[in-house]
């Protein structure tokens, strides 16, 4: 059985306050870094290519977070990423943080599909549109 995506990234140094916590805006760059590798990795789909040579952006129109436990230093967060809506032109996708199976995080955020040349939305076309219905089913029931 196929399993929803996980990113994982080591708290470094450079993502930490002076008490070793990781600074809230990073967590931010993470889910981004996120959303490129699902793509990639998890989809099959070339985030750099969609982008180069496709012309499509993804910003993020809406993000959300909770923050529940904070990381430190030296600790590795694995980011679940789950597709909770998909739209015509956007995609709604959850992040669930946790360190060593506890949950620290809970985010939300809003991606958009742009013509990078307009900047106007673009409806999601297939492939990309069919891997994510097929992502969106797998993850339905996991919280």
Known sequence: MPQPFIFKSPVRFTHT?????????RFFEKFQAAV??????????DYAKLIIDDNIGFPTAHTECTFRKPCRLGE???????LRKLGNTSISV????RVKGEERLRAKSVLVA???GDGRPRALQNPLREKLVAYEKLTAEIE
């Open 17 to 25: 306050d002076p008490a070793g916590f990781v600074f809230y805006p």
């Open 94 to 97: 959850e992040f669930v943080g």
């Open 114 to 116: 742009i013509d990078l």
């Open 36 to 45: 490129e590798d699902w793509f990639t990795h998890g989809l099959g789909i």
């Open 76 to 82: 590795v967060l694995e980011l679940t990423v789950l």
